[in-house]
């Protein structure tokens, strides 16, 4: 609606209540105060059609003022943000959280007393949760010795602005990096990492705007590999995805990246991160490939690099799902067991493609629906002593994982595919027949991970991975 | 008295500013586009604006679109936006949040 209006043409977009301060400062970091909004109490998905014109009845003075009356440019908070949004919606036996302004705090610096060091450590941390700044978890001080510490971990100045990161178009300089990888726990030796793992939210392709803004559980799933991973002692092994001390490296990258999501990229929940439940993999979710376990090329190799190469990969996840199987030791059979954690037509992904593609319309990227399989190193051995590479995997996996179309439907919006694919419409009268819940065999990313199991993960993806090298 | 002094972690956004539209005055010969980003219900409150518009404002045009690009939700481009502004004076948008 932005675009139109810079196009001179005066808009204005139904938007339900708990979504009306999302709408006002998605709309503000486009350039727009005050985007006119005609407020209605619930969103429309899921609503019945007497429900939805009574919303829209009600509303429709609001459509009349919007598009006639002339919209302030005022700093002021509207009335319907401060009516609307007193609180998040914590439940009934949850807080009664009030929504702080993060960025109403504007001092560089912040100074909190106590007896002793402990109890301003502790001020401190309730502060920053107080703003929003913290993920609920005891935050290390970012003094200005622990950043400068940080700030030896790369070559870059401190003032350098690495990227712009949405959905807020944050600046992330090489100081607010170190300041958010203090703040979780991280090494200097971690910036590297951190650095490339930004650039890697700032691609085009990656469209963060939508995975982090979403009403669904996006977590940035980074997958590491290359010699820097081994260095840094990012467990690709026993229980690689963490808990615990073996993983405490895995830990701190992942948690880093959602303070610089929410600190730089000013993705905050209930602000700009309208996740309806949210999810655990959100705290933290970095891994590194078991190489010396896989049986193929490592995976940053399948994607262009040389094996000396070190990178970050981030691929936006949604839900997981084991992939068990002690029984099995061909491999066509343990495709058949992968095959039915890929048709879960609960999970947003599965069979997507059919309604189009992930399209970011600003930079006209399109992306598929990849999903992200972790694969025991006990599982490759299987596929290896067969004589099956990973596109032979692939393959198979694309063969094998299908489901009715009338199933994969039975959540989609079927004009969307009308809009998208009118050439599969015959299917309408064919519901029985039998579709890919993938559009391509690449779709299914493979990676070795784990300890001695016959059992990894399966992870369903929000578009697509993007890799890029670690460098500085 | 122990003081600790710590560094602020929020980035500074990118300052726009785009002035918004000009409103007209009335929907007297107006188009109005209703744009639907495909999620679901988004047509039927649409299909109940375009009712009441025209009810209340006789001589009202309209005029439905939908995003070229996307999938559960479509969007539309500045090639698309630039067609809808050709032709519709203002726009009624539902996506749904």
Redesign the interface.
């Given at each position: 609606m932005v675009e139109l209006e810079k196009q001179g043409v005066p808009t204005v977009i139904f938007t339900a209540q708990a979504f009306v301060k999302d709408a006002r400062q998605s709309a503000k970091t486009f350039g727009i105060r005050n985007l006119p909004l005609a407020v209605v109490p619930l969103p429309f998905s899921n609503q019945s059609g007497e429900s939805i014109r009574k919303m829209v009845d009600d509303g429709f003075d609001q459509i009349t003022a919007g598009l006639t009356r002339a919209v302030s440019e005022s700093e002021a908070e509207p009335e319907e943000v401060a009516a609307s949004s007193e609180s998040i919606d914590c439940g009934p036996m949850g807080c009664e959280l009030t929504p702080h302004d993060a960025f109403q705090v504007r001092e560089e610096r912040l100074i909190y007393d106590g007896r002793d060091l402990l109890e301003a450590c502790a001020l401190m941390n309730r502060k920053f949760l107080e703003y929003g700044w913290g993920d609920g978890f005891p935050l290390v001080p970012p003094t200005s010795g622990n950043v400068e510490a940080m700030l030896q971990g790369t070559r870059r100045p401190p003032d350098e602005v690495v990227v712009v990161l949405e959905p807020g178009f944050g600046q992330a300089t090489v100081k607010k990096i170190a300041i958010n990888a203090v703040m979780a726990g991280c090494l200097p030796e971690h910036m590297p990492v951190l650095i490339a793992a930004i650039k890697c939210l700032a691609k085009p392709e990656m469209y963060l705007r939508n995975k982090a803004m979403s009403t669904g559980p996006h977590a940035p799933l980074m997958v590491i590999n290359g010699p820097l991973a081994r260095t840094l002692k990012i467990n690709s092994g026993t229980c690689a995805l963490g808990p615990g001390a073996a993983s405490a490296v895995n830990t701190v990258l992942g948690r880093a990246l959602r303070l610089i999501m929410m600190n730089i990229g000013h993705t905050y929940p209930g602000i700009s991160d309208m996740d309806t439940i949210g999810s655990p993999t959100k705290y933290s979710l970095c891994v590194a490939e078991n190489e010396s376990r896989s049986p193929w090329e490592p995976y940053h190799v399948s994607k262009g690099y040389s094996q000396e190469d070190s990178t970050v990969t981030i691929h936006f996840v949604y839900g997981l799902c084991e992939l068990y199987d002690f029984a099995n030791s061909v491999p066509e059979r343990l495709v058949e067991v992968y095959a039915t954690a890929t048709k879960n037509v609960a999970q947003l992904s599965t069979g997507n493609w059919v309604l189009g593609r992930r399209s970011d319309p600003r930079y006209g990227t399109q992306e598929m629906e990849h999903n992200f399989m972790l694969i025991c190193p006990e599982h490759a051995q299987v596929f290896d002593k067969a004589g099956w590479s990973r596109k032979d995997l692939q393959e198979a996996m694309y063969k094998a994982a299908r489901m009715p179309f009338k199933t994969l439907m039975l959540n989609k919006e079927s004009k969307a595919l009308d809009a998208a694919h009118p050439e599969l419409r015959w299917l309408y009268d064919n519901p029985e027949v039998l579709v890919p819940v993938v559009e391509v065999p690449v779709c299914f990313e493979i990676a070795v991970v784990g300890g001695n199991a016959g059992r990894g993960t399966y992870f369903y993806g929000a578009g697509g991975p993007v890799t890029v090298p670690i460098e500085d | 008295?122990?003081?600790?002094?710590?560094?602020?972690?929020?980035?500074?956004?990118?300052e726009?500013?785009?002035?918004?539209?000009?409103?007209?005055?009335?929907?007297a010969g107006k188009r109005?586009?209703l744009?639907w980003n495909?999620?679901?219900?988004?047509?039927?409150?649409l299909d109940?604006?375009e009712e009441?518009l025209k009810e209340?404002f006789p001589g009202i045009t309209t005029s439905r679109h939908?995003?070229s690009?996307?999938?559960?939700m479509?969007?539309?481009?500045?090639g698309?936006?630039?067609r809808?502004?050709q032709i519709?004076?203002?726009?009624?948008?539902?996506?749904?949040?």
């Open positions: - | 008295m122990a003081q600790l002094e710590v560094l602020n972690p929020v980035a500074e956004s990118e726009k500013n785009i002035p918004p539209a000009a409103r007209p005055k009335d929907f109005v586009g744009y495909i999620k679901s219900g988004g047509d039927v409150a109940r604006v009441l209340r939908i995003g690009v996307g999938f559960m479509r969007h539309l481009t500045p698309d936006a630039e809808v502004a519709c004076d203002m726009v009624v948008g539902t996506t749904n949040d």
